[in-house]
């Protein structure tokens, strides 16, 4: 959540698109960005969890963010990247349309996330951020990877600030 007092400070966001929509998350999750590699597939696993890559030993399950929003089916083009991020103890890549840029927004720049139901849980959301005529969803990545029914990681023990 953004802070509301007096000592609120700036926050550094990673800008992606999924579809015509972009979306933010705190960069402090963010590991790497990768281009897309088919992962390798796991029976029984849900439609967006397209499968796992081997990332330098280490196995990384891949989130399909399109697909898991229900945003409809993606295309895997050369501008299709893998946003690596750490969440509490565990790595997991998520596949988004591309990349825009990091951003800076002031506190004044963000604004509550309205209560619409959609795929995204409100609780998932930090707000909208505004930079000029852009808008930006903040994700509050986190929560949503350690939504039970993302399945993907086990309660992060402590919650993890959008940025410093």
Request: glycine share 10%; with cysteine.
């Amino acid at each position: 959540m953004v802070e509301t007092s007096s000592k609120r400070t700036d926050i550094e966001v990673l800008s992606f698109r999924l579809g015509k929509e972009e979306y933010g998350i705190g960069i402090l999750t963010v590991q790497e960005i990768r281009g897309y590699e088919a992962p390798t597939r796991i029976a029984n696993a849900p439609a967006y969890l397209l499968g796992v890559l081997n990332l330098r030993g280490q196995i990384v399950p891949i989130v399909d963010m399109r697909l898991r929003f229900g945003l409809g089916a993606a295309r895997y083009d050369g501008l299709t990247v893998v946003i690596i991020l750490n969440i509490g103890q565990h790595v997991i890549g998520m596949v988004v349309d591309g990349v825009s840029d990091v951003v800076t927004l002031a506190p004044e720049q963000v604004r509550p996330a309205p209560a619409l139901g959609g795929s995204i849980d409100a609780e998932c959301l930090h707000g909208l951020g505004t930079v000029g005529e852009r808008m930006l969803i903040l994700l509050d990545i986190e929560r949503l990877m350690t939504a039970p029914e993302m399945g993907l990681v086990s309660n992060v023990s402590t919650a993890l600030p959008l940025a410093a």
